[in-house]
């Protein structure tokens, strides 16, 4: 069943612009694919470094976007940086990437490419119903291998049973593992252009080819 997103009226009031590019989809999650590694490195890791020469690192499109997004909810973006920063920091530093499997491979791929955070989410973990907003106070939550994170003044996705993940880090809760056979990946955009459609085609492409998913659904909440 696809499952329902909306943006809660707050964060729309604080910052009109955010949308969420949303691709739910049936696979067999692998743990690498080697095409996709290679192209990764040859081209995207490229682009990666074109664009902290060309922008700098808090000036890339998307990401400069998505900081201003942060600071407007009220959390640092410098201490709880976008997952995308952190990501191209990390190939700028000559650090790589780590390895986890085809899909969190993919979204991450995804996120370098177009500067959005990305997360994909087991399915079968979360409820049909699920409100991209901004951090309670006192949330907190088990980031995938970290202690708890505290997410309040975060843009988070949540459903009835609490929050989910956000677009710095995701909770242990919904990770995608060999065992998921579902999965919901979400691209989180505060900007206001056409980059996130562009995210949408090729992600679905990406998803396709490299985790071999099918009965793909895409769709964009705003």
Known sequence: ?????VIDKDMKEKWPSVRVGCLQYKVRVQKKNEAMWSYLKK???????????????????NIKEARAAYKA????????????????RRIGQGKGLYEVNTVVDTNNLISIE??????????????DDITFRIGRAGETYKGIGKEEIKID???VIADKNGPIGS???????????????EVLTLIYSFSDNKDLERALE?????IQKYTGAAEIQNWIAE
Do not use: H, Q, W
């Open 167 to 181: 677009s710095t880090s995701d909770s242990e809760r919904a990770m995608i593992t060999e065992n998921t056979t």
């Open 73 to 88: 909810f009220g959390k640092d973006p410098s201490r709880y940086r976008v997952s995308s920063e952190a990501l191209i």
């Open 1 to 5: 069943m696809k499952k329902n997103v």
């Open 43 to 61: 081209e995207i890791y490229k682009k990666a470094k074109d664009a902290i020469f060309d922008y700098g690192m808090n000036e890339i499109p």
């Open 114 to 127: 177009f500067g959005f955070s990305v997360g994909s989410y087991d399915t079968a973990c979360i409820e």
């Open 202 to 206: 090729t992600g679905k492409k990406y």
């Open 153 to 155: 003044a975060l843009p």
